[in-house]
């Protein structure tokens, strides 16, 4: 009888994490300032690689299995595979500190972030297969992430070169989180003001969707940098004319060009948003409340708004997801935030400043979405109960 593979995404991952093991391990420097050289795992311990070889040996047995267990099995495995490899970046970076100086520098290397990623991924896979219900995706994938916080929080891992970046910069990075929040919550709330008034506008004059939806898109496709720059002048002269809004913070660079841009770009997204989402509810729920003798008000409070609400939230999702990213290019207006230690780090060569400015981000980034995406399941459960 012939051997049969049941989970081909797997199997493509084990083979691809088979071939990583030739990458570095870890980025091994004697001093912050001397470039690095990559170690591979062998290298760093003398022990046989053949402890990462079992479980990638019990993944490839996993994709001959069918059925709930051996999924329920493969998420376990790579869970713990994923901890596993977070807690030996650490320990290597511990032993490499210990053995050769103190003022060593250990980074994660290429293979290991490459381990990290496909990880992620079988598990993704793994819990896409095992359920349907977004709020259970929602747990299982935020389950994952409990042992690396775990470690991190512990202190396992402070002596890797990134933690040691973050302790010399603390106050700095403490400023640039406090910074990209303002810029993300100065953003969406203007945003939701202007956009959902825009995207009701559009719904109820069809007429105005060419012109309002043709403006938007020429400012959403003016790159982020040029729209930043073809602001500076226009605020840099009220601030002449009117002294008093210096007062105010408005001033041609910062915070105040920054946000108008970011508000600027979130705003076709917005408005899309709120239009498709008061499009698809049903025009027999609409005569149904007219029936019941709702005015115009009560329809849209109580009917249309709670069914468009899905479709809102998932505009909006876009739009935070986005401004985070964004927000990283005001940095060079002196906006702040995770940008100004991301082009600090470029301008000085300095890897690990780079990585404490995009590392963040992406973490920023990926809660906003998880946050977002628990919103929508749970408002999804409670529209199917």
């Not at 990583?20 to 022990?47: C, H, I, K, M, Y």
């Not at 293979?111 to 598990?123: E, Q, S």
């Not at 602001?231 to 913070?249: D, K, Q, V, Y």
């Not at 115009?296 to 709670?306: D, V």
Request: one cysteine or more; proline letters at 5%; hydrophobic letters at 60%.
């Amino acid at each position: 009888m012939p051997i049969r593979c049941h989970n081909r995404v797997l199997l493509l991952l084990a083979v691809i994490a088979l071939a990583a093991g030739a990458l570095p391990f870890v980025n091994f420097a004697p001093n912050r300032l001397v470039s690095g050289e990559g170690r591979a795992l062998w290298q760093v311990w003398s022990f046989s690689p053949a402890l990462l070889l079992l479980p990638l040996g019990l993944l490839l047995a996993l994709t001959l299995a069918r059925g709930r267990w051996a999924l329920a099995t493969t998420l376990v495995v790579c869970e713990l595979l994923f901890a596993a490899l977070v807690w030996s970046a650490g320990l290597a970076a511990t032993h490499l500190a210990t053995s050769e100086s103190p003022l060593a520098r250990t980074a994660v290397g290429s293979g290991l972030w490459l381990w990290l990623a496909l990880c992620l991924l079988a598990c993704s896979d793994a819990i896409r297969r095992l359920s349907a219900q977004p709020l259970w995706r929602w747990l299982l994938q935020a389950q994952i992430w409990i042992l690396p916080l775990l470690l991190l929080f512990s202190g396992e891992l402070h002596s890797l070169s990134l933690l040691k970046e973050y302790t010399n910069r603390e106050d700095t990075f403490n400023a640039a989180l406090a910074q990209h929040l303002t810029l993300l919550l100065g953003t969406l709330l203007p945003a939701l003001l202007i956009g959902v008034p825009l995207g009701i506008l559009c719904y109820r004059r069809p007429t105005y969707q060419g012109p309002v939806f043709a403006v938007l898109s020429v400012i959403q496709t003016v790159p982020s940098v040029a729209l930043f720059g073809l602001l500076i002048a226009p605020l840099a002269g009220l601030t002449r004319a009117w002294p008093w809004l210096s007062s105010l913070g408005i001033a041609g660079t910062g915070m105040t060009p920054a946000l108008i841009a970011l508000v600027l770009y979130a705003l076709l997204p917005l408005a899309r948003g709120v239009l498709a989402g008061l499009s698809q509810v049903p025009a027999e729920v609409l005569e149904s409340a007219d029936a019941m003798g709702m005015n115009t008000r009560q329809r849209f409070w109580q009917i249309q708004l709670p069914l468009a609400l899905p479709v809102l939230l998932r505009g909006l999702r876009v739009v935070a997801v986005q401004t985070v990213g964004m927000a990283v290019i005001a940095a060079l207006i002196g906006a702040g935030g995770f940008g100004a230690l991301v082009f600090q780090g470029l301008l000085s060569s300095a890897l690990d400043l780079v990585l404490l400015g995009v590392i963040p981000t992406i973490a920023l980034a990926v809660v906003v979405d998880a946050l977002f995406a628990l919103w929508i399941a749970l408002l999804r459960r409670r529209t199917d109960d």
